[in-house]
Structure formats: structure tokens, C-alpha cells
């Protein structure tokens, strides 16, 4: 029997993504799959039911229908506790599940006795390279911090000269070089600015020059577990306060994206280094939803604080929903490689390294160990 895979119409509010894009559908069908999409579920993000229709799925007018009839749910968000009781027991649920910030929702999953994957616990390992969801939203996330800057600023990035004069490079200062910041660096550099980047961990530095930024060099390597940034002592805080409010207070426009995982964002940008900013400077804060690393930015918030604008945007991969969609969609198509055999059954031994540690929730219990401690300490 063909595994029956959906795709709802996201319900979060501002979310405009769509989990399936039809070129994915396409592939889903002809592996023999049973493909449903709710009616205009990809229209905020640039796909019509009728292209769906083209690429071999059937389009479903309510959410009752769509959940009762699916082995396997794809979404973007995660379902919300009214979504879960609409999906019959046993069935598999695959999103960016925000686990530690939405225990209500995994609650919710685990009572239905769903099985739940969060997109965002792969692991970082080669062969999961083409599911990492993390890195392709981030990708449309840095990317749109700099053309949002670019469009708050009151200057030009690029070197002009015109018969009305020269016009100097606007100076883009991007701090935090992971995934993120290094597309918002190359998307800097294609605008013509005059980039500089900035990461604790060292290795960044390479990647920063090979896009033709300058590396902003502090004389410490904060690289911890698994690759990602490690929190700062005391005393390298107070080295990379004083070389990144400098570097600050020099620049048109600057895009933060520092992040550690499972923490709050780090405050790199306090409130006296934003007194020191130049007039017309823009800040836009990719860690918003962390925390920010801007001491006065305010998530969702587009801020004046004397002539500096401060924005906090709150899912920006949704601001361009049709390349995010595309891309996310992508990696799901690579994890289904996983979870469905090539004779169209669902797998239910979940040894495999990535499906293991990106396993939530199943038959009845929350199996990501923070997420069930979080939930069992009542947070
Ligand atoms: P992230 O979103 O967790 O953090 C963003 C960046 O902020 C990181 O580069 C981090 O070093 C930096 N940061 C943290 N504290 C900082 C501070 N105080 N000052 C300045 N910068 C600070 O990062 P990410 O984009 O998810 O990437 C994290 C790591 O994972 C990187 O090493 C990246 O190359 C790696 N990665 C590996 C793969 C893979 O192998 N498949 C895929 C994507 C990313």
C-alpha cells in the first residue's frame, strides 16, 4: 500500500512557507507515493494548487480530510495541539519542532501517540548534509537581513562614481560567521559594501576571507563541542566587547547572527556601544528570538534609538517563502530517504543515527532526552 504524505496550509501567524513545493511532489508521486496538499497551502509562498495538481497530487479542502487520511504529515511549524488530534494515532509528523520552546505542542504529540521528527535535531554530519534544514533556512535568513538593512539605510552599499561625484562603500559589519552570516556576507560583498566579519571561533576567519570580507581577528578560539561556539569567559568578553564596539561604531549597517546552541543569544552590541553608532546606521538583530544580541533590540520591532534603526525580524526565511520553501522542502525529501523504503512503506525501526537523534516523540513518550527532562522538571 503507498504511503498517503500531506502537506497542510501552515496556520502560524505571519508563517507563509510550505513544507512540499510541487518539484518535490513530483518526485514523492512517481516513487509510487499517495501525495496530498490542502487547498492554497503554498500560495503565500508563490505555488498554486493547479502547479500541485500538475505534479501529481491531490489537493484537499479541509484539515480533518487531510490529517485523517495521512501516514505522514509534513510541516514547516509545529502542529499545534487542535492539528495533533486531527491525525490518527501512530502517524508520522516531520517539522521544525522548536522542541524546549513549545513542550505544550510536544505534549500534545506525545498524548495523540504520534511519532514526531524536529527537522532541527539532524545531526551536522556529512551524509545528513542534504536534510539540514537549519543551514538552508538560515541561508534565506541571511540573506534578507541584508537586503532589509540595505533598504533602512540612507546610503548606497556600493562604490560609485558618477559625473555627480564619488560615492564611498557603505561599511557592512556582520557579526557571528555561521551559516547565516556568511551568506549575509556574500550577499554584503554582491551589493558592493565593504565588509567585515566577526566569529569566536577561528575557523570562521578562513571562510570570511575566501568571500572577500575582512576577519575581524581576536586573539581567542571558542570552538567547543560539535563545532559550534562555546560560551566566553569573563575576560574574553571584555576583549570582544571592546574590538566589536569599535568595529561597531565604524559601520553603516550591521547584521548580528551570534548564536550558541541552547542558550540565550550573547549580547554583543550594548546599549552604550549603539550611543556610539554613527547617525543613519541600521542593526538588524538575527538572534531577535533568542534574546537578540543587541541589548535594545525588541523581537518583532522595527526600533529608532536616537538616528540608529534597530530591527528585531522574527522568522525571516518566511520573508522569502518561495526559495526557503523550495530549499526546505528539499531537505525533507532527503530525510523521507530514511523514513520510506523504495517498496513504499513506512520504516519503523529507528536505529539509523540521523533518524535516532532527531526522533521527539514515539508511542507515547518524549525520547529526546532535554526536551522529556524540560517536560518532566515542568517548564
Ligand atoms: P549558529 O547559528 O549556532 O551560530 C551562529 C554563529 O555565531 C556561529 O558561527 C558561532 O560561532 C557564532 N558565535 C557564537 N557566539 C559568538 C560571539 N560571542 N561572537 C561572535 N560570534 C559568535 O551557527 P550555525 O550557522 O548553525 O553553524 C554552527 C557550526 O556548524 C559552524 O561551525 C558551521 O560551519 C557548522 N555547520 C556544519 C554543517 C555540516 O557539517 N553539515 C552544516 C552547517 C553548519
Same mark, same amino acid.
Given at each position: ?15 507563509? %512557507? ?17 501525495? #496530498? ?5 503554498? @500560495? ?38 487542535? @492539528? ?39 545531526? %551536522? ?22 537586503? !532589509? ?17 564619488? !560615492? ?27 565588509? @567585515?566579519?566577526?566569529?569566536?571561533? %577561528? ?16 586573539? !581567542? ?9 562555546? @560560551? ?61 544580541? #543587541? ?85
Amino acid at each position: 500500500m503507498a504511503v498517503c504524505v500531506v502537506a497542510p496550509k501552515e496556520v502560524a501567524s505571519g508563517e507563509k %512557507r510550505v513544507a512540499l513545493v510541487p518539484e518535490v511532489v513530483g518526485r514523492l508521486a512517481k516513487a509510487g507515493n499517495r501525495v #496530498c496538499i490542502e487547498t492554497g497551502a503554498g @500560495e503565500d509562498a508563490g505555488f498554486t494548487d493547479a502547479e500541485f495538481t500538475a505534479a501529481g497530487a491531490q489537493i484537499i479542502g479541509t484539515p480533518k480530510e487531510l490529517y485523517g487520511s495521512a501516514d505522514l504529515v509534513l510541516k514547516v511549524q509545529p502542529p499545534t495541539a487542535a @492539528e495533533s488530534k486531527l491525525m490518527r494515532e501512530g502517524t508520522v509528523v516531520i517539522a521544525l519542532m522548536n522542541a524546549s520552546r513549545n513542550l505544550d505542542l510536544v505534549a500534545a504529540m506525545r498524548d495523540r501517540n504520534l511519532t514526531a521528527f524536529a527537522l532541527e535535531l539532524v545531526p %551536522r554530519i556529512t551524509r545528513a548534509q542534504s536534510m539540514d534544514a537549519l543551514s538552508s533556512q538560515a541561508t534565506a535568513a541571511g540573506y534578507k537581513a541584508v537586503l !532589509i538593512g540595505a533598504g533602512l539605510s540612507p546610503r548606497f552599499l556600493p562604490m560609485l562614481t558618477t559625473a555627480a561625484g564619488t !560615492i564611498r562603500p557603505a561599511k557592512v559589519l556582520i557579526l557571528g560567521a555561521g551559516v547565516a552570516g556568511l551568506m549575509a556576507i556574500a550577499t554584503a560583498r554582491r551589493l558592493g559594501g565593504m565588509v @567585515e566579519g566577526y566569529d569566536v571561533r %577561528r575557523a570562521a576567519g578562513e571562510q570570511v576571507r575566501s568571500l572577500g570580507a575582512k576577519f575581524l581577528e581576536l586573539q !581567542i578560539n571558542a570552538e567547543g563541542a560539535g563545532g559550534y561556539a562555546r @560560551e566566553l569567559t569573563p575576560e574574553e568578553k571584555a576583549l570582544e566587547s571592546k574590538m566589536v564596539s569599535d568595529a561597531v561604531s565604524q559601520a553603516d549597517l550591521v547584521i548580528t547572527t551570534a548564536a550558541i546552541p541552547g542558550r540565550k543569544a550573547p549580547v554583543l552590541v550594548t546599549k552604550e556601544t549603539v550611543g556610539r553608532m554613527k547617525p543613519g546606521s541600521v542593526l538588524i538583530d538575527l538572534a531577535a528570538e533568542t534574546g537578540g544580541n #543587541c541589548e535594545l533590540t525588541k523581537a518583532g520591532k522595527t526600533i529608532q534609538v536616537n538616528d540608529v534603526t534597530i530591527v528585531g525580524p522574527l522568522n525571516l526565511p518566511s520573508q522569502t517563502a518561495y526559495h526557503a520553501s523550495q530549499m526546505y522542502s528539499k531537505n525533507l525529501q532527503a530525510f523521507l530517504g530514511l523514513l520510506v523504503t523504495p517498496d513504499g512503506k513506512l520504516v519503523t525501526d529507528y536505529s539509523d543515527e540521523i533518524l535516532a537523534a532527531s526522533l521527539l516523540v514515539t508511542a507515547g513518550a518524549v525520547r529526546h532526552k532535554p526536551t522529556a527532562d524540560l517536560l518532566a522538571a515542568g517548564k
